[in-house]
């Protein structure tokens, strides 16, 4: 099979995952809304619906429920053309997920570097991958795919809070792609891994200072793919316009804690029209398309179209990251609460937090805590069961 490189299919096709660190913060809408919209316009779009276990996708865009869908592909059942569905709307198609096997996370990785080949060959003018929720290895990676993927997140305490912290598990992902195995950059930031509270809490940018004088190459390509990352941020569901400032400190954090820059793509104010769309079996652009949410939807889009297809200027090949130090099953649902800890301290320096706020996110966190635990027992026991099919073969 022909290597894909990354960089080969920038110049024709402008990839535009979206993702949200937090469930419910809009961004199936977002996706759904922005692929009819562009189409609209005349360009050719494909829409997927990559948040597997949980698809639904469908039922924004008014579709039935699909017969075939990724879930199909990846068990054999069907061919990936066969995916390719048409939509009622104008230059839009559709490849369905599918809700009945496990989350990205249980994908193997040839299956997800099987899909990215697929998806990286399409021939479109947009590509969006509407992306589980979450900061599984998949959906990273997925992300990863181009520099200029959007974060969708709302101004409450929590969505703000697991949209900067799925910033900065794409960060260290993409550090991870970029050391080789064996460099001195790939030892030094596995031996800091080993105290994962300690790494959660390392700024990024005084990190980059150490690897420049452990390892000047390493640090220096690093540096280079972080200039050309420009992930993109829009905030759902304000209700007051003093809402729209939490973008500028998820935008300040980021900037201080990541030395990442990030491009506010838009606010979008929470709209009881799309309850009557989706009610409807409509996108609130079809259905309603003066709404303040369509006509919010329209800027973004129109800035979309005016942006440039960025690269990350090298062969940044995805499909040969390793996922050796990202085994998410087996880490302490401990480790998880600490890290997200730290992050809540991060942006309490930074004033992104009110104190009543804090108070509201240690109860949920308390909460979060005994969710992780439960899933990580769970991951663990189909870990050995896999285990034990294994050695049985």
Do not use: W
């Not at 022909?2 to 990839?15: A, N, T």
């Not at 496990?102 to 003018?125: C, E, H, M, V, Y």
């Not at 460099?183 to 031996?191: D, G, H, K, R």
């Not at 990350?312 to 649902?333: K, M, N, P, V």
Request: charged share 20%.
């Amino acid at each position: 099979m022909q290597e894909f490189k990354y960089c080969d299919i920038i110049d024709f096709m402008q990839i535009i995952p979206v993702a949200s660190g937090k469930g419910g913060v809009g961004k199936s809408l977002l996706s759904a809304n922005l692929a009819i919209t562009l189409g609209q316009a005349g360009k050719k779009v494909i829409l997927v619906d990559l948040d597997l276990g949980a698809s639904n996708l469908h039922l924004v865009i008014g579709q039935n429920s699909p017969k075939t869908g990724l879930g199909t592909y990846l068990t054999g059942q069907t061919s990936f053309t066969d995916l390719i569905a048409g939509t009622d709307y104008k230059n839009v198609s559709f490849i369905a997920g599918d809700s009945e096997i496990p989350g990205l996370s249980s994908l193997k990785t040839n299956k997800k570097n099987d899909l990215i080949r697929q998806f990286t060959s399409l021939n479109a003018d947009y590509l969006i991958l509407d992306l589980g929720a979450g900061t599984h290895l998949t959906i990273l990676d997925m992300f990863l795919l181009s520099p200029q993927g959007i974060v969708v997140t709302a101004p409450t305490v929590t969505a703000t809070l697991n949209g900067y912290l799925f910033l900065k598990n794409i960060v260290f992902r993409m550090m991870y792609n970029t050391f080789a195995k064996g460099s001195p950059a790939y030892s030094y930031l596995e031996t800091l891994r080993k105290d994962s509270a300690s790494l959660q809490r390392l700024y990024i940018p005084k990190l980059v200072e150490t690897l420049e004088k452990t390892d000047p190459p390493s640090a220096a390509l690093f540096k280079s793919r972080m200039a050309r990352f420009h992930p993109r941020l829009v905030l759902n569901m304000i209700d007051d316009p003093k809402d729209a400032d939490r973008a500028i400190k998820i935008r300040r954090s980021c900037q201080q804690y990541l030395g990442l820059d990030i491009e506010h793509l838009g606010v979008i104010y929470r709209d009881t029209m799309q309850d009557k769309a989706l009610a409807s079996r409509l996108p609130v652009v079809v259905y309603k398309p003066q709404s303040i949410i369509a006509q919010a939807i329209g800027r973004i889009a129109e800035k979309i179209m005016q942006s440039e297809t960025l690269s990350f200027g090298d062969s940044y090949d995805i499909t040969q990251a390793t996922d050796a130090s990202f085994d998410l099953a087996a880490e302490e649902a401990t480790d998880d609460f600490e890290a997200r800890m730290s992050y809540v301290e991060e942006l309490a320096g930074t004033g992104a937090l009110s104190a009543g706020e804090l108070a509201e996110l240690i109860k949920q966190q308390q909460f979060e805590l005994t969710r992780l635990r439960n899933e990580n027992t769970l991951l663990k026991k189909k870990i050995v069961e896999a285990a034990k099919q294994g050695y049985k073969v």
